[in-house]
């Protein structure tokens, strides 16, 4: 067990609804990333926060949004959803958010967009 | 920019057999290198890590080593174990700049022991 929840599990939804993912990071962990693993483009970096704050954008969608809370957890907002987008959403966190730091991964939210 | 290019899998071995899985990287700067693992059904979990040239990371039998003049970092482990089936992620991670902590990973490799 990493530390890391993520919820839900699974979402099964139609193509054109908006969908948000939840992430709680490990207990102590300010950085929080969100990465999505697909069949055809593996696993790549969408967003990572800092304490709030936006710190990095990767690969990201403009129809995808997230957040970070006072109480650190975070939220991926995917909205006008195209089967494209079905893929495994990994949330992972680490604590300074830091090149060398250990990132612990959730155990991930697999969408599917039908 | 930079990038993680690891040997495709599937790789298949018998109980005991040598590992190695190769990883070679592109990177402006001077990166930390990652290799983590994915078990069925889970997330990604670090196996080892190294953060500065000719640094060796070490976990559970398994080892590689930061190697700068070739740009490489192979994974690699004496005796395979059934319970190692599983899929391998070679990554790596700016130090500094804006998009340090972010990792970029290699596309995996499937390791599946045969008892």
């Known amino acids: 067990d990493s530390g890391v929840t993520q919820t839900p599990k699974h979402l099964i939804t139609a193509t054109g609804q908006r969908v948000t993912l939840r992430c709680s990071p490990r207990s102590g962990d300010l950085s929080v990333y969100w990465y999505q693993q697909s069949l055809d483009q593996g696993l790549q970096f969408l967003i990572q926060y800092y304490n709030g704050e936006e710190r990095a954008k990767g690969n990201i969608l403009e129809r995808f949004s997230a957040q970070q809370f006072p109480d650190l957890h975070s939220e991926l907002n995917l909205s006008s959803l195209e089967l494209g987008d079905s893929a495994l959403y990994f949330c992972?966190?680490?604590?300074w958010g830091q090149g060398a730091d250990e990132q612990f991964f959730g155990p991930g939210t697999r969408l599917t967009v039908l | 920019g930079n990038s993680v290019t690891q040997m495709e899998g599937p790789v298949t071995l018998s109980e005991e057999a040598f590992l190695t899985i190769n990883c070679t990287y592109t990177a402006t700067g001077y990166p930390s290198l990652f290799w983590y693992v994915q078990y069925p059904g889970e997330g990604l979990q670090l196996l080892l890590k190294?953060?500065?040239?000719?640094d060796k990371g070490s976990n559970k039998g398994f080892e590689a080593t930061y190697r700068k003049e070739t740009t490489s970092f192979h994974l690699e482990k004496g005796s395979v174990q059934v319970s190692d089936s599983a899929v391998y992620f070679c990554?790596?991670?700016?130090?500094?700049?804006?998009?340090?902590?972010?990792?970029?990973f290699g596309k995996g490799t499937k390791l599946s022991v045969k008892p």
């Open positions: 990554a790596l991670s700016e130090v500094y700049g804006g998009s340090q902590g972010n990792l970029i």
């Open positions: 190294a953060t500065k040239a000719d």
């Open positions: 992972a966190s680490s604590e």
